[in-house]
């Protein structure tokens, strides 16, 4: 255990507490138990289902099995990626989900679940009517989505996917697109810049991310070119939807390798394993790949599991990343109907949920007891995140952060 200990080091730190009463007097020999409630760390996915309950907009046997769905996702996750696909976020001009996103946001925040927002700003599933406006009305009208929904989800949603898949978007030639457009006469930094700029003056504090399914070397280019513009990106996203197969320690560690060198924080922002048959490697843009039915079975369930267990163990230990989400929760309704979730399309729970759900809630996770001494003091270390503090019938919630400092507590 003594290995595992050092590499985590970066994950925990150790924290002195001193317990008083409401007149200052040390509580002295005091049992105390000190319990870890929820990860600094985001453990998250896509978890689209929570409109349909937060809005109660389905018939009560399918919302029945939604809040059950959604159970499961909080025994284990503690972050959560919403959509806001521009196309169905609003496919009729000024007419904006924003109520019903409002509200799945809400709900997840009650339950103390870090929300991002995907994406304000991409080529694919944008709003169709895009297309009718000169290149200067699309950015203006670009301009203003984004200060329409950064503003009113403030304080709901503070992170956000601010561009998608840039290294495509100039050369995307599927089909004809406003955002593509725009990307052409701007280039890929000019409208990173633009869209960085007009999401950090909506929210300031807002952690904004740069997300790509590109992890060549053109990726990095474009990274660089927006540091050296002097973009200020808060942290890299990284797909990896591993439909055709898991890539493997060595490849995961070359990738970290390589984006580690700009010292940004990394996000593993859409993870995908499936528990199915491997995704043929000749298809090369995955939306072409349709077929009736892709199953989950025992064997590819195990395999599955495996594959989860060393890749979110490698990505917790590397001292940049912060965040994996992984894309499908569920098989019930996941992309591509590959069977890529934590859950069968009957929410009983893989292999790999189980696995995933040790390693967060059990390996990764500190529940201590102490006693106070003389002076009413306790000390421990743990992972890093926030915690209960259980001493007789008073329950204190408190952070442990990097900070060293004691703190005094009141009980």
């Given amino acids: 255990m003594m290995g595992q200990t050092n590499e985590l080091a970066h994950r925990k730190a150790s924290k002195t507490i001193k317990l008083v009463d409401e007149a200052g007097n040390p509580v002295a020999g005091k049992e105390v138990v000190l319990k870890h409630t929820n990860h600094k760390f985001l453990f998250g996915s896509g978890i689209f289902d929570v409109i349909d309950v937060a809005n109660k907009n389905v018939p009560a046997e399918r919302l029945a099995f939604q809040e059950q769905k959604l159970d499961k996702f909080l025994d284990v996750f503690n972050s959560a990626t919403l959509p806001f696909y521009w196309g169905t976020f609003e496919p009729e001009k000024g007419k904006p989900r924003t109520k019903e996103l409002k509200a799945a946001a809400q709900w997840l925040k009650e339950r ?78 000019g409208i990173i810049k633009e869209m960085f700029a007009k999401t950090r003056e909506c929210n ?21 070119g927006c540091l050296h513009a002097g973009i200020p990106i808060d942290a890299i996203g990284i797909q990896s939807h591993q439909h055709q197969g898991y890539c493997g320690r060595e490849k995961l560690e070359e990738v970290l390798d390589r984006f580690s060198h700009f010292g940004l924080p990394i996000h593993f922002t859409e993870n995908t394993l499936t528990s199915g048959h491997l995704m043929p490697l000749h298809i090369e843009d995955l939306n072409d790949y349709q077929i009736p039915e892709w199953p989950s079975t025992p064997e590819f369930e195990e395999r ?76 421990f270390e743990g992972f890093l995140g926030e915690y209960d503090l259980v001493c007789g019938d008073k329950k204190v919630r408190f952070k442990l952060d990097k900070n060293a400092e004691t703190v005094q507590i009141i009980i």
């Avoid at 992170?159 to 052409?184: H, L």
Wanted: charged share 25%; with cysteine; hydrophobic share 40%.
């Fill in 112 to 189: 103390n679940v870090t929300v991002k927002g995907h994406p304000l700003c991409w080529h694919t599933v944008t709003a169709p009517w895009l297309l009718e406006m000169s290149n200067e009305e699309i950015l203006k009208a670009q301009f203003e989505r984004i200060e329409r929904d950064v503003s009113d989800f403030k304080g709901l949603i503070d992170m956000w996917d601010v561009i998608n898949e840039v290294v495509i978007m100039p050369i995307f030639d599927k089909y004809d697109n406003g955002i593509t457009r725009i990307s052409q006469e701007l280039g890929r930094v």
């Fill in 204 to 224: 300031p504090g807002a952690t904004l991310l740069l997300n790509d399914f590109n992890t060549s070397i053109n990726y990095e280019i474009l990274i660089d």
């Fill in 304 to 379: 599955q599991a495996k594959e989860i267990e060393e890749m979110y163990t490698i990505l917790f230990k590397h001292p940049l990343v912060e965040a994996i989400t992984t894309w499908s929760f569920s098989d019930d309704g996941a992309w591509l109907g590959a069977p890529a979730g934590f859950l069968r399309t009957d929410n009983s729970p893989k292999p790999s949920y189980e696995v995933l759900k040790k390693l967060i809630k059990e390996d990764w996770s500190t529940n201590v007891t102490g006693k106070t001494d003389d002076n009413g003091i306790v000390s």
